[in-house]
T-cell receptor
């Protein structure tokens, strides 16, 4: 099956710092999404980004489908950014997302 | 829209008991997914429906698990009999099929089987 690898697995930042999270996938995908799971367990959809670049406030994402990777940028991090960030992909033939193991982010004040 | 609604939020039961988890998808969404999250296996797909029809149940662990979607606004995931290894957070999610297919999750059901 498709492999979804996220790096780094853990990240600790000071408030105000910037960070880049990476997602590598092993096959062509139709769909790629980024999620944030907050400390209360809620999964929030950040981006639907099968290709190209999108921005939403302090967050932006870029997917280079031909090279099979996606990046999530967090700028001027805040403590509320803490949690786990998941990348999930959908490959041809299966209309469902496969999740990576996540990057656990802790933003310290 | 209130988003994807799951119930109960927490369920504690004893081994051997039947457990039923419930989900109401976002109105107008024609895809519904059940995921399970554990520390060991992460987020894994159990089953998904399109227009109330089960499409892929290859992730359902074994015959003790069953899922139904009797109409467009309701789905259940049943475990009978439950076992301690079924303890996990079970998420329901829904999406539309028309292009911008963002997946939206419910708040999850924390299941503990003693």
């Amino acid at each position: 099956g498709i492999q979804v690898e996220q790096s780094p697995p853990d990240l600790i930042l000071q408030e105000g710092a910037n960070s880049t999270l990476r997602c590598n996938f092993s096959d062509s995908v139709n769909n790629l999404q980024w999620f944030h799971q907050n400390p209360w367990g809620q999964l929030i959809n950040l981006f639907y980004i099968p290709s190209g670049t999108k921005q939403n406030g302090r967050l932006s994402a870029t997917t280079v489908a031909t090279e099979r990777y996606s990046l999530l940028y967090i700028s001027s991090s805040q403590t509320t950014d803490s949690g786990v960030y998941f990348c999930a992909v959908e490959y041809t033939g299966r209309r469902a997302l496969t999740f990576g193991s996540g990057t656990r982010l802790q933003v310290q004040p | 829209d209130a988003g994807v609604i799951q119930s109960p939020r927490h369920e504690v039961t004893e081994m051997g008991q039947e457990v039923t988890l419930r989900c109401k998808p976002i109105s107008g969404h024609d895809y519904l997914f059940w995921y399970r999250q554990t520390m060991m296996r992460g987020l894994e797909l159990l089953i998904y429906f399109n227009n109330n029809v089960p499409i892929d149940d290859s992730g359902m662990p074994e015959d003790r698990f069953s899922a139904k979607m009797p109409n467009a606004s309701f789905s259940t995931l049943k475990i009978q009999p439950s076992e301690p290894r079924d303890s996990a957070v079970y998420f329901c999610a829904s999406s539309s099929g028309g292009g911008n297919e963002k997946l939206f999750f419910g708040s999850g059901t924390q299941l503990s089987v003693l």
